[in-house]
């Protein structure tokens, strides 16, 4: 059986249309991104409004669009949906991903980043590389091998010819003289 329901906050009266083919779609809280998180932070103070029982996927595929059309249930504010409905994985053609409020970066991105819409010149690009690139990495750990010290994990493993997982289990198990710092 597949199932077709509403389900509603009951402290904040958001609205989530969704598809179960679970034994108790009563139980069952949903599983939409926007609804989750809705229900993380607010409490999973849920009430199921109704549910429609379909054994046919095309009747069910028809009726959940038709559905998510007519109530708006992508744009309005009063629905958790992210995309509409479509009684069978969620995902109708041509879906465009997170709407507008919906959306968590929604109004953010320009205001906060002042560096919006622009791009790094390749000489920025260049220096970055070089700030990130061998010794001059102020995260990278200091280690000493049989062979020699180094100054981050992929210089030893170049130079020893090793697997990096290889060498950070001896160095995390302090084998064979190998170990993180330099002594």
């Not at 249309?17 to 991104?33: L, Q």
């Not at 919006?116 to 700030?131: A, V």
């Amino acid at each position: 059986m597949i199932y077709l329901y509403i389900k509603q906050h009951t402290i904040t009266g958001l609205k989530y249309f969704g598809k179960t083919e679970r034994k108790d779609p009563y139980i069952y809280s949903g599983s939409g991104k926007y609804w989750k998180r809705h229900l993380k932070t607010y409490g999973k103070n849920i009430a199921t409004l109704q549910v429609w029982e379909f054994s046919n996927i095309e009747e069910c595929e028809i009726f959940a669009l038709n559905f998510s059309k007519e109530n708006n249930i992508v744009e309005s504010a009063d629905w958790a949906n992210l995309k509409y409905e479509n009684g069978k994985d969620g995902n109708p053609k041509g879906w465009q991903g997170m709407i507008g409020s919906k959306n968590p970066l929604y109004g953010q991105t320009e205001e906060l980043n002042n560096f919006y819409g622009r791009k790094h010149s390749q000489e920025t690009i260049q220096l970055y590389k070089e700030q990130k690139a061998g010794g001059n990495n102020p995260r990278a750990k200091k280690i000493t091998t049989p062979y020699g010290q180094f100054t981050n994990v992929k210089e030893a493993g170049k130079v020893l010819k090793m697997h990096l997982s290889t060498l950070r289990k001896l160095l995390n198990n302090s084998e064979n003289g190998y170990h993180w710092g330099w002594k």
